[in-house]
């Protein structure tokens, strides 16, 4: 729905700036000059918000973990993180609570002393 509203937006604004300077809309001065000015930061704000879509629609890589840190090429995106996919998210969570218990078993030691 953004891709439509800022093509749209676009659109719009360069078809009545076109009808500006070529003569066929004109007003009162100071309003066809508010008008020409909220045209072009129409245009601006569709243009920004298409970039805005364009990045954001790039499919990502798995930025991997482990022996696979830098060499995985599977689609990143889990219910987790959107920066690993599900076998390196695995195994990093697997990491995670290995050093976590470990951190706990070291605590309940220095607790116990």
Wanted: with cysteine; hydrophobic share 45%; proline share 1%.
């Amino acid at each position: 729905m953004k891709l439509l509203t800022s093509v749209f937006l676009i659109v719009t604004s360069g078809d009545l700036l076109y009808l500006y300077y070529t003569g066929v809309w004109y007003d009162v001065w100071w309003i066809e000059m508010i008008e020409v000015v909220c045209l072009y930061g129409f245009i601006a704000l569709g243009l920004v918000s298409l970039w805005r879509w364009i990045k954001m629609a790039k499919i990502r890589v798995c930025i991997g973990f482990g022996k696979f840190t830098g060499k995985c090429e599977n689609i990143a995106g889990t219910k987790w993180s959107p920066h690993w996919c599900e076998r390196c998210n695995k195994l990093r969570l697997e990491h995670l609570s290995k050093r976590f218990q470990e951190i706990v078993s070291k605590f309940k030691q220095w607790a116990i002393k």
